[in-house]
């Protein structure tokens, strides 16, 4: 049985739309507009990266630019979860990365949320799953995997740092797997516990 995962879902309609420039129908109509959770601070860097940061989401990243936060809380049979999002359209590349604050009271299987994002996500956007690995990354639970597209690939990172998943996505045009943007990116991710 597959656990709801609501980022999963988020981050690959997100991906669509700043890929897209477009909503898909299925998607649900935008929350009332909320002051931002998260206080983003980034910092230019000499190779014209920032350092991007997020107080409230315990993470600190370099991307080519500062991305625009997405925040929305939903309803479930668990009790309410939101969902946080940041977004970065870049001149060939995507970046994404998300996380959820659950109900105190939901009690998830930890390796499931883990396999059922990596299949929400994949799902969402319409591809084929390529390859998959668990690891542990910085001492935390974590799987890592690609997907194409019929024009793009997908390398993506999902984290569980306490009771919070994360997931770290870059979209690169189709053999742009191995640029060095994808490993900046992903080596620069850390979160911590709060």
């Not at 350092?51 to 315990?58: A, I, V």
């Not at 668990?134 to 740092?161: H, K, N, P």
């Amino acid at each position: 049985m597959k656990s709801r995962f609501g980022l999963s879902i988020l981050l690959g309609l997100a991906l669509c739309t700043a890929l897209y420039g477009q909503e898909h129908s299925n998607r649900p109509s935008p929350p009332p507009q909320t002051t931002p959770t998260a206080t983003p601070n980034a910092t230019d860097r000499a190779d014209g990266w920032v350092n991007f940061s997020s107080t409230d989401g315990l993470f600190t990243v370099l991307m080519p630019d500062t991305p625009t936060e997405k925040t929305e809380t939903t309803q479930s049979e668990h009790g309410p979860y939101t969902t946080h999002l940041f977004v970065l359209r870049g001149e060939s590349n995507v970046f994404l990365i998300g996380w959820v604050d659950y109900d105190p009271s939901f009690n998830f299987n930890r390796q499931a949320e883990l396999e059922a994002n990596r299949d929400n996500f994949v799902k969402g956007i319409n591809a084929t799953l390529r390859t998959t690995r668990s690891l542990t990354l910085s001492g935390y639970s974590a799987i890592e995997f690609t997907a194409d597209t019929a024009d793009r690939t997908f390398l993506s990172r999902v984290y569980m740092v306490g009771r919070r998943p994360y997931q770290i996505v870059i979209g690169v045009p189709k053999g742009g797997e191995d640029s060095s943007d994808a490993t900046k990116f992903f080596n620069s991710f850390k979160v911590r516990l709060r």
